[in-house]
């Protein structure tokens, strides 16, 4: 049985605690793939900032063709991703 500490007394979880904390857990489990997402978006907006200078008119880059293949894979590194497997397997294109 679970247990909880009430002023340094350790006492049993009641059937309604026990509910409770599954509840929560469960419902932790359940977002674990949104949170996987929302990190691995995080990463790559970070990346694709690190290079949005090489985008602009003035930029010294002339062929910018690796440049545009790289960001492109970038923006489509979330697609067809269904599981927090998937999104732990990604990973992230070369940097021309």
Partial sequence: MAHKLVNGVQVELTPEEIAA???EE???NAGAFDRAMADLRS???RLLASCDWVMMSDSPIA???SWETY???LRDITNGL???ADVEAVTFPTKP
């Fill in 26 to 28: 469960a419902a932790w």
């Fill in 21 to 23: 904390r599954a509840a």
């Fill in 43 to 45: 990463k790559r907006d």
């Fill in 82 to 84: 269904t599981t927090v």
């Fill in 71 to 73: 960001r492109q894979a």
């Fill in 63 to 65: 062929d910018k063709t």
